[in-house]
């Protein structure tokens, strides 16, 4: 089954930085899909943090992540990035991705398909 693998994640104290990955296997994803990246901490409900389109690679991100967090991707890897840099204890959560034709409804994941397991992020004050 097509589906995304995540990682990088990791513990990290305040400040600190991450680079998440999001790979896929046996399909050209980046070449007819949008990808986004999601949070989900326990007890909250999961919510976008970026989005790069297919066709011209446009980044969007949430204000909460806005300067600090920053998406790309390797068409030759098949892979998105997640640059996370000045990680704050509120970024803790479980981080995954998943696809869709357009970035429209990245700020809650309707839609999208073929979501990895994630990869877990702590950040510690």
């Known amino acids: 089954q097509l589906r995304f693998t995540e990682s990088g994640g990791g513990s990290v104290q305040a400040g600190e930085s991450l680079r998440l990955s999001c790979a896929a296997r046996?399909?050209?994803?980046?070449?007819?899909?949008?990808i986004g990246w999601f949070r989900q901490a326990p007890g909250k409900e999961r919510e976008g943090v970026s989005c790069?389109?297919?066709?011209?690679?446009?980044?969007l991100y949430r204000d909460f992540v806005q300067g600090r967090f920053t998406i790309s991707r390797d068409r030759a890897k098949n892979t998105v990035y997640l640059q996370m840099n000045d990680l704050k204890p509120e970024d803790t959560g479980l981080y995954s991705c998943?696809?869709?034709?357009?970035?429209?409804?990245?700020?809650?994941?309707?839609?999208?398909?073929?979501w990895g397991q994630g990869t877990q992020v702590t950040v510690s004050s």
């Open positions: 998943a696809a869709d034709t357009s970035c429209i409804n990245y700020f809650t994941g309707w839609n999208y398909d073929y």
């Open positions: 790069v389109t297919i066709k011209d690679g446009k980044e």
């Open positions: 046996g399909f050209r994803m980046l070449d007819h899909y949008a």
